[in-house]
């Protein structure tokens, strides 16, 4: 989801008024990101525009153009994740108390039907990362594994089309 987007609607797919599940390292992230933008990159920016202010003609100054654009990238940044950091609900993966079924936070292992494995991760929508195998719980391959035990066939439908997929590994964080 880009930063300009209004999350007042909920995850993508989902009916406005659904929650933004996150995880406590995801929700850590945020918390760090937004404590870095407000109380290190912004004032350094500002100093930089007022700087560059004090100059004179602010028409043709790189440096009071670029700060303002980049403070106004700041502060979009930093209205969203307070947005996003109020509707969070963390769901901690170590406390699943049903650890032989596929719920928020558990990492997967599935079979394609080209016998190919695939390891995944279910998180939250801002923690995906498809680098690391972390998918959002909204995801379509989430969905179909959301919760299904060892051994289950589910059916994933695709933009492609559907294929089956086989559960062969749960596992959660220890508490």
Do not use: C
């Amino acid at each position: 989801m880009s930063d300009d987007e209004d999350d007042d609607e909920g995850p993508p797919g989902l009916p406005a008024g659904t929650p933004f599940y996150m995880t406590p390292a995801g929700q850590a992230e945020l918390v760090a990101e937004l404590r870095r933008l407000w109380s290190e990159e912004r004032p350094k920016v500002v100093e930089v525009v007022s700087w560059a202010a004090g100059l004179g003609d602010r028409s043709e100054n790189a440096d009071y153009q670029y700060g303002k654009r980049r403070l106004r990238e700041i502060d979009r940044r930093v209205r969203f994740l307070r947005k996003r950091l109020e509707r969070v609900q963390v769901v901690d993966p170590a406390r699943t108390p049903k650890r032989d079924q596929v719920f928020f936070g558990a990492t997967v292992t599935y079979a394609r039907a080209d016998d190919t494995e695939v390891t995944v991760t279910i998180v939250g929508v801002d923690e995906a990362d498809s680098a690391r195998h972390r998918i959002s719980w909204v995801s379509p391959v989430a969905r179909a594994l959301l919760g299904a035990r060892v051994g289950d066939l589910r059916r994933l439908r695709m933009p492609q089309g559907a294929e089956e997929i086989e559960v062969l590994a749960i596992a959660y964080p220890e508490p």
